[in-house]
């Protein structure tokens, strides 16, 4: 049997299925995206699936800067929440 890849929320700690979490991704560019494939190229971080992880990560946006490797602005955090949370709805 295959294992499956493992990753930690920046947000709670938690490790769980690579599959289970968003990822948020750096492009080569230098632009900031959530990444819904989970491939595209780039420094990646992860968060969990649920509303207050993305919430309260979101609000401080220390934790994902430090795990992106890159600050994030106001508008890249907004970007992000929108995107995040509108992810978790289509679920």
Do not use: F, H
């Not at 971080?45 to 509303?51: H, T």
């Not at 990560?57 to 949370?85: D, F």
């Amino acid at each position: 049997m295959k294992k499956k890849p493992q990753r930690s929320c920046v947000s709670c700690r938690t490790v769980r299925d690579k599959s289970d979490l968003l990822r948020v991704v750096v492009t080569p560019d230098g632009d900031v995206a959530y990444d819904p494939t989970g491939k595209l190229a780039g420094r990646g971080a992860y968060l969990c699936r649920n509303e207050e992880c993305i919430t309260a990560e979101l609000k401080k946006a220390a934790k994902l800067s430090k795990g992106l490797k890159k600050p994030l602005t106001e508008e890249e955090i907004k970007e992000l929440a929108k995107s995040l949370l509108e992810s978790i709805k289509e679920e």
